[in-house]
T-cell receptor
Framework: GESVGLHLPTLSVQEGDNSIINCAYS??????FIWYKQESGKGPQFIID?????DKRQGQRVTVLLNKTVKHLSLQIAATQPGDSAVYFC???????????FGGGTRLMVKP | DSGVTQTPKHLITATGQRVTLRCSPR?????VYWYQQSLDQGLQFLIQ???????AKGNILERFSAQQFPDLHSELNLSSLELGDSALYFC??????????????FGPGTRLTVL
């Protein structure tokens, strides 16, 4: 598969453990945030989103937390599985804009 | 499968050449976005079209241009190619494109290699 980045921070977890991936965003005017998962050789895949009027949103096995005070976003994955191994990107959308600004990405490796 | 299609999957060309990348959005989506992903720059927004008109512009070089056709498919034209243009080019689409909170669905990308 294709590598999306050779020098990404890497998080290595044991299968079944919970994973927490962090992201610092830059624009205090951003009001919409998205987490994407990118597997080798594929395009980014939407995981979960959150608007700035919320501080927590839950999906299936995933939770996103937003701390606007320190401009920090996190993605929690419960009971991490080998299929969760991928690069995870946070993206922010400035108010009334449409272009997404992506973070640098974190590589998640799940050990069986 | 996101429903967004991109062709070709791979493209190998020489410096100075011109190429066209094609994107078909999901059925019903009016907006198309182009992104470039390179090893040193990460994922960067290039340009957005909404219902045929340019909506937003990011870090797109003057050598690059795009358009969205009446059937809503889009093409990204890259000319006078340089080695540094080698990257993955992604297209994304969303239902709308004139407000925030538009979930963007990404295609599988086109891998461009400039030799």
């Amino acid at each position: 598969g294709e590598s999306v980045g050779l020098h990404l921070p890497t998080l290595s977890v044991q299968e079944g453990d919970n994973s927490i991936i962090n992201c610092a965003y830059s624009n205090s005017a951003s009001d919409y945030f998205i987490w994407y998962k990118q597997e080798s050789g594929k395009g980014p895949q939407f995981i979960i989103d959150i608007r700035s009027n919320m501080d927590k949103r839950q999906g299936q096995r995933v939770t996103v937390l937003l701390n606007k005070t320190v401009k920090h976003l996190s993605l929690q994955i419960a009971a991490t599985q080998p299929g969760d191994s991928a690069v995870y990107f946070c993206a922010e959308n400035p108010h009334a804009g449409n272009m997404l600004t992506f973070g640098g990405g974190t590589r998640l490796m799940v050990k069986p | 499968d996101s429903g967004v299609t991109q062709t070709p999957k791979h493209l190998i060309t020489a410096t100075g050449q011109r190429v066209t990348l094609r994107c078909s959005p999901r059925s019903g989506d009016l907006s198309v976005y182009w992104y470039q992903q390179s090893l040193d720059q990460g994922l960067q927004f290039l340009i957005q079209y909404y219902n045929g008109e340019e909506r937003a512009k990011g870090n797109i070089l003057e050598r690059f241009s795009a358009q969205q056709f009446p059937d809503l498919h889009s093409e990204l034209n890259l000319s006078s190619l340089e080695l540094g243009d080698s990257a993955l080019y992604f297209c994304a689409s969303s239902v709308r494109g004139d407000t925030s909170y538009n979930e963007q669905f990404f295609g599988p990308g086109t891998r461009l290699t400039v030799l």
